[in-house]
């Protein structure tokens, strides 16, 4: 894990490694199992994905102040940074009010706001 998260929000292979790295990297982020025997690249792929997946998560949850989800050390690292790192006081935005005709149907309100 980077100390500083500068790979928050990252959740895809890596350009210039190895197919095997990579494939292992999305099987990790995305929770596949890990079964049978893999070559090394694959592996410490899928220990970065993971990681990765926890980060994400953990700074998610941090910014939007749900409660923890998980105790690995990733997670939490990643939690307290999005703590530190959130607005003050995140409250519902009412900015983005439905027009009254689409009767709280959010598709037709995305679609009454476009031109056309």
């Given at each position: 894990?980077?100390?500083?998260?500068?790979?928050?929000?990252e959740?895809?292979?890596?350009?210039?490694?190895?197919?095997?790295?990579?494939?292992?990297?999305?099987?990790?982020?995305?929770?596949?199992?890990?079964?049978?025997?893999?070559t090394?690249?694959?592996?410490?792929?899928?220990?970065?994905?993971?990681?990765?997946?926890?980060?994400?998560?953990?700074?998610?949850?941090?910014?939007?102040?749900?409660?923890?989800?998980?105790?690995?050390?990733?997670?939490?690292?990643?939690?307290?940074?999005?703590?530190?790192?959130?607005?003050?006081?995140?409250?519902?935005?009412?900015?983005?009010?439905?027009?009254?005709?689409?009767?709280?149907?959010?598709?037709?309100?995305?679609?009454?706001?476009?031109?056309?």
């Amino acid at each position: 894990m980077r100390g500083d998260m500068s790979n928050i929000g990252e959740n895809k292979p890596i350009p210039g490694k190895s197919a095997a790295y990579n494939v292992g990297f999305s099987q990790g982020y995305t929770g596949v199992p890990l079964k049978g025997h893999h070559t090394q690249q694959f592996l410490a792929g899928y220990i970065n994905g993971t990681a990765s997946f926890q980060q994400n998560k953990g700074f998610s949850e941090g910014y939007s102040k749900v409660p923890m989800s998980s105790h690995t050390e990733d997670y939490i690292d990643a939690y307290n940074f999005g703590v530190r790192n959130r607005v003050t006081d995140l409250k519902p935005s009412t900015s983005g009010q439905l027009p009254a005709r689409t009767n709280g149907d959010y598709k037709q309100g995305i679609n009454a706001r476009l031109p056309g």
